[in-house]
């Protein structure tokens, strides 16, 4: 019985690996680097002629060394930004372009040179990667309205040519040609009677020499029936470039390593002239959906993704778009790849977390000596009830915390005290305290940005020594009733125009703040709002500082700006009447903490330095030269009331 090829052809689907391409597409680093468009990009599908499950997709054209085990289409990906456009596309434009394309290799015989053309393809698809819901629809065209052919009989390739003796031969072929010759090839006998195989150009030659010849055609689709949508494109250049009215085909299905030609099958065609013949060529080809009628598939991998693979790319869509429409320029690599200490993991350092974790930051590490509280849970957003009652280390409780909420996060928490002027060291505790300076050490090695998030003015000296020390970025917040400050810290580089940090404004080293204070001031007392407001500022202050060339020492200026505004060196709020100020100040000499004198002696001496400075009152203010200071501003109040007694003796 005769078969009708070309009105009942199977067409091949990548839709096995569709998962694939957007995928990639969610994933992939250089996508996340690129503004969202429609333009086509280039792809390529594999597949071999003896293994379904082999087919794949995979962006980028081919590479030449590609294997002799592949056969390779090379497409393009079309991937609309909305919905609404893959719906209203013009998918007849789309298909008739593709058309137009496969006949112009055909009429100019490029085919010859590269067959491979005769198998290109589209993907048109829409990405909804908010709920991994794929839309695609793929195309292979094929032209409409050439002559048909039927096969006049069908037998095994094994009756029609020798397996032991040709098989070699193609796969020699195979491996000395490229990708482009694949999946069709000549084979024949020669002059001399001698099988051989030869490229598709050669076909001319063997039609004119009257070579008894068969074309092989690596099948894609392994329906028993019916050859596949490479072999139709075959046949349709044969007629149209060659003329040709009857040819011999081998569907070629076996492998690579196979010894005989079972599942391969030979073919002999004639052509028949079509009754729309006398329309122009058109093109079909659009895929059928799942319920058989011209329409895009649905792919939803929501239950197939490894949550935590969903969960990385889900937390990072935010600021993709953020990139991909708003801000070309974002450098969010360096975001992620900072590491951050955060000294406090209290009312701030809660805060902080969770804003630098929404900006990205995968690496936080926690510093607190104190346990969860039941006043904390209220203001302090990583901690539970649960955590009060099992009296829960702070720094910890956070970290772990932390990795519930995303769990690809690297973080720790450390249950050390930081060393305080003001607060002596008794000789019982110095190797623990010295333990703990030591590991805080370690930690500002290791970390590239540093939060000051303390309770106390006085724990937040020494970090301001170590950090402005190694170079660091340091951040600093604080909060009072109705009021908070955020702030960044200069860098020595910054010579002369170094800013100020938290204590370059005093005129007294930092002392005892808890001593001798009820119970109003030796807790956080503050508005709901501030803590809210300040470790939002702060992370934000931060993030824009990591956009400057500059870094920690880039500059305050009214025009020097980052991709995300303005670079302010400090930021005052005021709740009373919703106020903000924008300050700015250059670093102090006789600076407490920052000054070169004490950032000197505590490169020199390290733990001896500490040690001293904490138990001895007077050490700091005389060493920066603050007790001089204070000694000349003495001596001018005592000047100012004997000029005053005198001009009231005078009157």
């Known amino acids: 019985m005769e078969t009708l090829i070309g009105r009942t052809l199977q067409f091949q689907s990548f839709h096995s ?380 409780c956070a970290a772990s915390r932390l990795k519930e909420i995303y769990p690809k996060m690297f973080t720790e928490g450390h249950s050390i005290s930081i060393p305080m002027l003001g607060h002596p060291i008794y000789e019982s505790d110095i190797e623990k305290t010295k333990r703990d300076y030591q590991k805080l050490e370690t930690l500002f090695s290791s970390h590239d940005a540093i939060f000051l998030l303390t309770d106390t003015r006085e724990s937040r000296w020494l970090p301001t020594v170590m950090a402005t020390s190694m170079n660091k970025i340091l951040i600093n917040s604080a909060l009072g009733f109705d009021s908070w400050v955020v702030m960044r810290h200069g860098s020595l580089s910054q010579g002369e125009n170094r800013l100020g940090c938290y204590f370059c404004n005093d005129v007294f080293a930092p002392s005892n703040s808890v001593v001798d204070r009820t119970l109003d001031q030796t807790c956080t007392v503050t508005r709901a709002g501030c803590t809210n407001i300040a470790t939002a500022i702060a992370v934000e202050l931060f993030v824009s500082l990591l956009q400057h060339p500059n870094g920690v020492a880039a500059p305050v200026s009214n025009t020097e700006t980052t991709v995300l505004g303005e670079l302010p060196h400090q930021i005052r709020g005021f709740l009373h009447d919703f106020s903000l100020l924008k300050i700015s100040g250059k670093a102090y000499q006789q600076c407490s903490a920052c000054s070169e004198y004490v950032i000197s002696e505590w490169e020199k001496r390290k733990w001896d330095f500490v040690l001293q400075a904490i138990n001895d009152c007077n050490y700091i203010e005389e060493l920066c030269g603050l007790r001089l200071v204070q000694q000349l501003g003495e001596s001018a109040g005592i000047m100012e009331e004997w000029d005053s007694d005198n001009e009231s003796l005078v009157t």
Not at 68 to 92: H, R
């Open 17 to 396: 690996s569709v998962d694939a391409i957007f995928w990639h597409q969610l994933s992939n680093h250089k996508v996340e680097q690129q503004k969202l468009d429609a333009s086509p990009v280039a792809i390529h599908g594999r597949f071999n002629a003896y293994s379904r499950s082999a087919i794949s997709i995979v962006f980028g054209k081919a590479s030449e060394n590609s294997t002799i085990k592949e056969c390779i289409a090379e497409g393009t990906l079309i991937n609309a930004n909305t919905q609404q456009e893959f719906v209203e596309a013009d998918v007849k434009k789309l298909r008739e372009s593709m058309g137009k394309k496969l006949l112009e290799s055909i009429e100019m015989d490029t085919v010859a040179e590269k067959p491979n053309e005769l198998i290109q393809f589209l993907l048109f698809s829409y990405a909804d990667i908010k709920s991994y819901r794929y839309h695609y629809w793929c195309l292979f065209p094929s032209l409409k309205n050439t002559p048909f052919w039927i096969v006049k009989s069908s037998h095994p390739a094994e009756s029609v040519i020798p397996s032991n003796v040709v098989l070699p031969k193609i796969l020699d072929f195979l491996k000395t040609s490229d990708y482009t010759q694949r999946p069709f090839f000549i084979v024949t006998k020669d002059l001399k009677a001698q099988w051989v195989v030869l490229p598709l150009k050669e076909l001319p030659r063997c039609i004119s020499d009257k070579l008894d010849f068969f074309i092989f055609a690596e099948d894609s689709f392994q329906l028993q029936e019916y050859p596949s949508w490479p072999t139709r494109n075959l046949l349709a250049y044969l007629s149209i470039k060659h003329h040709l009215e009857k040819t011999k085909i081998i569907i070629f299905r076996d492998g690579i390593t196979s010894n005989n030609l079972s599942r391969s099958v030979f073919l002999d065609l004639v052509s028949r002239k079509s009754q729309d013949s006398s329309k122009q060529l058109s093109t079909v080809g659009w895929e059928r959906n799942g319920m058989g009628q011209l329409g895009p598939k649905v792919v939803n991998l929501s239950s197939l993704i490894d949550p935590v693979l969903l969960s990385e790319s889900a937390s990072m869509l935010n600021l993709s778009l953020m990139r991909w429409r708003l801000v070309p320029q974002l450098d969010l690599g360096i975001i992620q790849s900072t590491k951050c200490l955060l000294l406090g993991a209290g009312t701030l350092g809660c805060g902080v977390a969770r804003n630098l974790v929404s900006w990205g930051v995968r690496h936080i590490t926690f510093v607190d000596y104190s346990n969860v509280a039941y006043s904390n849970p209220v203001r302090q957003s990583l901690f539970t009830f649960e955590d009060c009652k099992k009296k829960q280390p702070k720094a910890q």
